[in-house]
Structure formats: C-alpha cells, structure tokens
C-alpha cells in the first residue's frame, strides 16, 4: 500500500511543478491588465481584458511596423506582424523543449505526426489505430539526430500556437489501400496503440 502511494506521489509531482508556475503567470497577468479595484476579476475577465489589451498592443506595433516599412528602414528585425509572431514563439517555446522528458517528446512528436497524415490525406481516421502507423512513425523518430527532433518539436510548439482551429483541414474519407499490410499478416489493431522506439 505504501509503495502505491509513493508512486502515485510521484506521478502527481509533474502537475505539481505545472501549477504553480501556471498560477504564477496568471497573478502577474491579472496584476498587468486589471487595477487594483478589479481585484476580485473572474480568471475570464482577466483572460478577456489580456486579450484586448494584447489586440490594441498588436494595433500599435502594426503602424510602428508600417512607419518603418515606409521608411525603408532594413535592420535584420522582423518587419511584419506575422514576423514579430513567429520570432516570439520561436523564442518563448524553444526554451521550453529542452526540459520536455523523453515519453512527452516522442509523444508530441506521434501527436503531430499523426495530424499531418491525416491532414495531408494519406491515412484517415479509421486507420491509425494500425500497428503499420505507429511503427513507421515510430522508425522514423529513431532515425533523427537531436537536432532535427528539436527542430520539429519547436515546429510543432509553433503550429500549435498559431494554427487557427477553424481552418483545420476536415478530415479525408478513408479510401482503400491508403495504408497497407507491408507483411500481409499483421494483426488488426482493436484500439488506437503507440509504440516506443523502445517497444520497436
């Protein structure tokens, strides 16, 4: 009973250590976006205040961005807004892939595979419960160095960020043949199944 306890101790820890820097940020956005008598603001209300304050900020930056533009002014920086974005989450999220564990990193990799796949219509929906997906996906990890695993990763942290739910690709309709048995006798797979390079 002891050594359950324990390991549910520290399979909590991780959310944790995720919380209270989560609640850190929150008090210092609540105290940059709201006065001292909008205290007692619902966490929405602070989320809604932020996010007009960030569009008027964007508004600014803009003009600011067109004035230098129309200037000529070529420093190296970014010259758009698009730019601007793209170079703040190249930094904000580039800083946090390397404290990613390993499980989380492979994980995120499969996640964003997967999407592609389905995205770009060469597998669908109802086939990537099968063991021929994981697995490739799976050899392909395996054959990237450090570096181009970081890279993707921090590809993935920036689509993730600026990807607009609503113009998310629908799903392809599965047509046959899309993903086949290289083996002609492999297993069907009952539920969706992830393997490791471990597993492989």
Request: proline content about 6%; aromatic content about 8%; some cysteine.
């Amino acid at each position: 009973l002891q050594e359950a306890e324990h390991c549910m101790a520290k399979q909590h820890l991780p959310q944790a250590h995720h919380w209270v820097p989560l609640a850190r940020l929150f008090s210092s956005l609540r105290g940059r976006v709201l006065s001292q008598s909008d205290s007692c603001a619902s966490k929405y209300q602070v989320l809604r205040k932020a996010k007009t304050s960030i569009q008027k900020l964007e508004q600014t930056l803009c003009s600011l961005l067109k004035m230098k533009a129309s200037c000529s002014l070529e420093d190296g920086s970014p010259s758009s807004l698009e730019e601007v974005r793209e170079e703040y989450v190249r930094r904000q999220f580039g800083k946090m892939l390397p404290f990613l564990s390993f499980p989380s990193r492979y994980l995120y990799f499969y996640k964003h595979t997967v999407d592609l796949l389905v995205e770009h219509g060469i597998v669908c929906t109802g086939e990537v419960p099968l063991p021929e997906v994981s697995t490739a996906i799976s050899h392909l990890w395996q054959e990237l160095s450090e570096e181009s695993r970081d890279s993707i990763l921090q590809y993935c942290s920036q689509r993730d960020f600026l990807m607009d739910p609503k113009a998310a690709c629908p799903e392809p309709a599965c047509t046959e043949g899309s993903v086949r048995d290289s083996g002609g006798n492999s297993e069907e797979a009952s539920g969706s199944s992830v393997s490791t390079p471990e597993e492989v």
